[in-house]
């Protein structure tokens, strides 16, 4: 058992791209299953800033390969667009075989996009703040049976024209009769294609769930990365303010194609304070002062949009949640730094719903917007912690602070990231 799943435990944004890029120094692959480019994976490499949507977060170590597997949604002009500036940064991806993209993987074309965002602002709709990506679209039609595949886009000409013919006759009726938007041209969308294949055609895998099989066999070291946040799984988190896709450890399993008995850990990257953006309930959320100190001094705005993110104290109901739909086995805690010089640091133990205190996580919306956070104030520890290195050198008021969520959750905490650099990293345990 060589795999590690590495997931959101809440609402996104939690540091997955640190997380991995950290993780990845020791991994021979990594593993993107899910989602598509609404994510926004951001890492601190040297001192350069990298943010990443759609390229796994190992791609910066040159002894690691990636795979994007079948579970994924490609928008390929972002992909495209990715892929040049991981080269013009360095000698990242020099060789093809660095990064592997399945040939069964859904494409996101821009009427995905077109359709994503009308429904956003369609005045009869209900706003979820998506970020009109197009992969609420995509996967409509990987569900249908309508998509275009990595693979079709290799297909001659002619083939690759009647396929996108056939998806932009549906598409354009919506396009232009319901949403009154201007409809999709055939041409340009198939003149796009042809030109970002050649840079794409370098990249095909043809089976990446085989390739992944066989490194777990052989006992390779393969990370599974994960995006958005378990709580915005399609059927297991504040719907209808979710994600398109399933954000909790087992889909790692079906979007890469493996069985369960090849995992050994599932990581579960954790903010020391919570986030969210767009729309939906949010029991901790800080307005005010502190709601602008944790955005302000965590630089809370969102890769991918660029949006503010809401901020709030740390929600233990909602993590146990997440622990108890993924089978977390560890927790990676990032931001500690973010509350330091705080006086005093507020934590959710637990709900007022409706005048009755709940310990359990109300799995349903209409619920979770009524309950009242249930606080347990800790001393804040008042100090850079950002160049400590062992867990027993953090002030005792920031080991208190870890002590109560591996209490509360039952789940050590095997890292801790002090800094958004590779080196502000703690660590507690081995990976492997």
Not at 360 to 378: F, M, N, R
């Amino acid at each position: 058992m060589s795999g590690i799943i590495v997931i959101g435990s809440q609402w996104g944004d939690e540091g997955k791209g640190k997380a991995v890029d950290v993780f990845s120094a020791e991994a021979d692959y990594v593993v993107r299953y899910q989602g598509g480019s609404n994510a926004g994976h951001t890492l601190n490499i040297k001192g350069q800033k990298k943010v990443l949507h759609l390229i796994p977060s190992g791609i910066f170590h040159q002894n690691t390969t990636c795979i994007i597997s079948s579970g994924v949604i490609l928008d390929i002009e972002t992909l495209v667009s990715e892929i040049k500036t991981i080269k013009e940064s360095g000698n990242y991806l020099n060789n093809p075989s660095k990064l592997l993209i399945s040939d069964s993987a859904t494409v996101s074309l821009h009427y995905h996009k077109v359709l994503d965002q009308a429904r956003e602002t369609a005045s009869n709709n209900t706003k979820l703040g998506t970020t009109g990506k197009g992969i609420g679209p995509a996967y409509e039609d990987r569900a249908s049976r309508k998509a275009l595949l990595f693979y079709d886009l290799f297909t001659d000409e002619e083939t690759l024209k009647e396929k996108l013919s056939k998806a932009l006759s549906e598409k354009n009726f919506l396009i232009e009769n319901l949403y009154k938007k201007k409809p999709i041209s055939l041409k340009d969308t198939l003149n796009q294609i042809l030109t970002l294949r050649e840079e794409l055609k370098h990249y095909r895998c043809q089976d990446t769930a085989f390739l992944i099989y066989k490194a777990l066999k052989e006992n390779k070291k393969v990370l599974f990365e994960g995006a958005q946040g378990s709580l915005l799984d399609l059927f297991h988190g504040t719907y209808p303010y979710v994600t398109s896709s399933n954000t909790v450890s087992g889909s790692a399993l079906i979007g890469s194609g493996i069985g369960p008995g090849f995992i050994k850990k599932v990581i579960a990257i954790t903010k020391a304070y919570t986030t969210r953006v767009g729309e939906g309930p949010f029991p901790t959320e800080c307005s005010g002062e502190e709601g602008a100190f944790l955005q302000k001094t965590g630089e809370e705005w969102g890769a991918t949009t660029g949006r503010m993110r809401r901020c709030g104290w740390l929600d233990l109901p909602a993590l146990k949640y997440a622990v108890r739909i993924n089978g977390i086995t560890h927790l990676a805690l990032m931001k500690m730094d973010v509350l330091s010089h705080l006086k005093e640091i507020p934590v959710c133990t637990a709900y007022n719903l409706n005048g009755k205190i709940i310990s359990d996580y109300p799995v349903h919306s209409s619920k979770l917007s009524l309950s009242k956070p249930i606080y347990k104030t800790l001393p804040g520890w008042q100090q850079d912690i950002s160049n400590i290195k062992k867990f027993e050198d953090l002030p005792t008021a920031a080991q208190d602070y870890i002590k109560l969520i591996q209490e509360e959750t039952n789940v050590p905490v095997d890292m801790i990231s002090v800094g958004p650099s590779r080196e502000a990293t703690i660590w507690r345990s081995q990976l492997f």
